[in-house]
C-alpha cells in the first residue's frame, strides 16, 4: 500500500488565491521532507527541503514568502502557494525521508494546481 | 555537481519494437544511487528500479532491462517488444548515499504506436 499520501491531487484556483497541499507520511516519521514541482513537459526540480521543526531551505530561485512550507510534524508537511498567480500551474510532489537517511525513495502521487 | 543527462526528448515506436533510453550522469560521490521512473499521464511516478554505485550488474525485470557502466556513468533503460500501454514519459534520476535531493533528468517521452 501507499507510504506517502498527498492531497488533493488536483487543484484549480483563482489567481490571487492561496492553495494548501497536504503531504503525509503514512508508515514512518518523516524528519525531512522535499517538495519538488514540475511544469509542463519538464522535469522535475527540488523546490525547498525542510526539517520538522525547523525552516524550510529553499532552491536558489524559489520565493520563500510565495510557497511556504509547513513541517510541524513528522507525518504531516504542507505547502502553501500563496496568491497564487496562472505562472504557478504545475505539478508538485513531496517526498518524505527518514532521519539519518533511507533506503528506499518514496514519492506522493502529486497535485496538479492550475490558477485561472 | 550532480547531473542526469536525457538526451532524448521523444522516441516514437511501433508496437513490438525494441527501445533504449539513454541515461547520462555525472557525480563526484563515491556511493550513490540511480533511479528509473515511469510517469503516466496522471503525474505519478512509478517505480521502475534502483541501482547503488556498487553494483554493476545488469538487471531484466520481465521486458525490462537496465545497464549500468559506470565506466561511461550511464544508466540505459530498454523495453524489449514495447506495448502501447508503455507509452508514458521516463525519468533517469540520480541521488546521494543518503537519499537525499533527487537530480531528475530530463525525462524521455515514449509513443509507442499500435
Known amino acids: 500500500g501507499a507510504v506517502v499520501s498527498q492531497h488533493p491531487s488536483w487543484v484549480i484556483c483563482k489567481s490571487g488565491t492561496s492553495v494548501k497541499i497536504e503531504c503525509r507520511s503514512l508508515d514512518f516519521q518523516a524528519t525531512t521532507m522535499f517538495w519538488y514541482r514540475q511544469f509542463p513537459k519538464q522535469s522535475l526540480m527540488l523546490m525547498a527541503t525542510s526539517n520538522e521543526g525547523s525552516k524550510a531551505t529553499y532552491e536558489q530561485g524559489v520565493e520563500k514568502d510565495k510557497f511556504l512550507i509547513n513541517h510541524a510534524s513528522l507525518t504531516l508537511s504542507t505547502l502553501t502557494v500563496t496568491s497564487a498567480h496562472p505562472e504557478d500551474s504545475s505539478f508538485y510532489i513531496c517526498s518524505p525521508t527518514l532521519q539519518g537517511g533511507r533506503t528506499e525513495a518514496f514519492f506522493g502521487q502529486g497535485t496538479r494546481l492550475t490558477v485561472v | ?62 521486458r525490462y532491462s537496465w545497464n549500468f557502466q559506470k565506466s561511461t556513468s550511464s544508466f540505459n533503460f530498454t523495453i524489449t517488444a514495447s506495448q502501447v500501454v508503455d507509452s508514458a514519459v521516463y525519468f533517469c534520476a540520480l541521488t546521494g548515499w543518503n537519499f537525499n535531493k533527487f537530480y531528475f533528468g530530463s525525462g524521455t517521452k515514449l509513443n509507442v504506436k499500435p
Open chain 2, 1 to 62: 555537481a550532480q547531473k542526469v543527462t536525457q538526451a532524448q526528448t521523444e522516441i516514437s515506436v511501433v508496437e513490438k519494437e525494441d527501445v533504449t533510453l539513454d541515461c547520462v550522469y555525472e557525480t563526484r560521490d563515491t556511493t550513490y544511487y540511480l533511479f528509473w521512473y515511469k510517469q503516466p499521464p496522471s503525474g505519478e511516478l512509478v517505480f521502475l528500479i534502483r541501482r547503488n554505485s556498487f553494483d554493476e550488474q545488469n538487471e531484466i525485470s520481465g
